[in-house]
């Protein structure tokens, strides 16, 4: 088996006005890192995702853009399960359109979401994954652990009575 070697991708302004060179294999994400003004280059970020919840009858949709990283995915986890503690929403539908990449620590705070929806009855569903985040949950067969859906709107209806 033939596997190409790693590409330099240069992002030319990321959310903070400084470029980003990023390090990728195939689908993956090896390393990201900042060029500031003055020609340094960092591995650290200001902010890489934004979060915003909205309510559809009695169910909450998460928006989430940005990647879901080792660095952002405290920010998604602690949003995603506060909302499920709440008490308020039986089902929690987190939009996922707006997700370029998710790397194996964002794959962690999808499962632990997943876990403490169940620990309180409450359903988690997800949809608009990416080609990549669709690849990462099919590699770690967790695609057909989750609750996946193709629209916001069968997303909020859920799964398909069985049968």
Known sequence: MVTAPP?????????????????????????????SSGGAISTSFRRT????????GTSTIVDVVGDITLYSSPEFRNAVIAILKDGESPRVVVNLRGVRYIDSAGVASLVEALM??????????????????????ELTRLINVFEVHETEEEALIGKPAAG
Request: some cysteine; proline content about 3%.
């Open 7 to 35: 590409v330099w991708r240069i992002i030319p302004v990321c959310g903070s006005g400084h470029p980003v060179v990023d390090l990728v294999l195939g689908s993956w994400l090896l390393v990201r890192l900042l060029v």
């Open 49 to 56: 995702m934004e979060i915003a919840t909205r309510t559809s």
């Open 116 to 137: 403490v929806s169940r620990e309180l009855s409450k359903a988690l569903a997800l949809y608009g994954l990416s080609v990549v985040a669709r690849e990462v949950l």
